[in-house]
Each structure stands twice: as C-alpha cells, then as structure tokens.
C-alpha cells in the first residue's frame, strides 16, 4: 500500500509490560482493486487499518510521490543514521535545502503526447485501442 503512516494510539499497561497499539493509516489512490469485497472483509477482520482515497484523477499525489523520491535519493538512500535525531536533521537540512531553490513541478508532455504513448504501449501489449 502506498504512503503508509503508523500512529500510535493507545498506550497501556499489561502484566507489568507496555503495550502499543498502532492504528494503520494509508493513503491510497482511488483504484478499484483497493476496494473489492476481499480487501473491505480483511478491513472489517483488521479495525486498526483505515483506508484513506484521494480524488480520483488526483494528479497531485504524483507530486508528493516525487518529492518523497527526492529526500530518499538525496538525502537518506546512501546515509547512515546513528540517531532519530540525525535522521530528523537530515531531513530538515533537504527540505531547507529544497526549499531555498524550489521551483514547481510542471508536466514535460502534453495530454495528446500522454495518450499517444498509451495507445502506442497498448497496441504492443495486443489491446484493441
């Protein structure tokens, strides 16, 4: 599952010990496998996961994904972290960093150059188009 975030959400004491509960947050695009009978029944089998869909065609999440990919490639891939203190600042020295130089996104082909390589990859994979 894409972008997956744990949160912590109750904390409780048993036999002497701690106990952790993690309740699963995913946010996920709005594709219809996410949503067949069999993934809504281990849901129903699994409280602690909440699904979370964005806008279908919600070419926005694109964005977020690549600049995820960035920080890993640029800033964590090769690191080694000894510390979450470390960690943390090495992630707020990128976004410092990316921010001082940031520029937007913006799509490099048109719709028509997207569809046309569509089309194009369908025919190769024997699609009817």
Do not use: C, Y
């Not at 912590?8 to 509960?21: F, K, Q």
């Not at 594709?31 to 809504?40: A, E, G, I, R």
């Not at 150059?113 to 089309?119: F, T, V």
Request: aromatic share 10%.
């Amino acid at each position: 599952m894409n972008g997956a975030i744990g949160i912590v959400t109750a904390v409780g004491a048993r036999r002497g010990e701690l106990r952790v509960r993690f309740d699963e947050r995913e946010v996920l695009d709005n594709l219809s496998t996410h949503k067949t009978p069999s993934v809504m029944r281990w849901l129903v089998r699994h409280p602690r996961f909440h699904l979370h869909f964005t806008p279908t065609h919600a070419s926005w999440l694109n964005m977020v994904e690549r600049f995820f990919g960035m920080l890993t490639q640029q800033a964590l891939q090769r690191g080694s972290h000894d510390s979450v203190a470390q960690l943390r600042n090495a992630i707020g020295e990128f976004i410092d960093a990316h921010n001082e130089s940031s520029r937007p996104f913006r799509w490099t082909k048109t719709a028509d150059a997207i569809l046309d390589s569509l089309s194009r990859f369908g025919r190769a994979k024997g699609f009817r188009i």
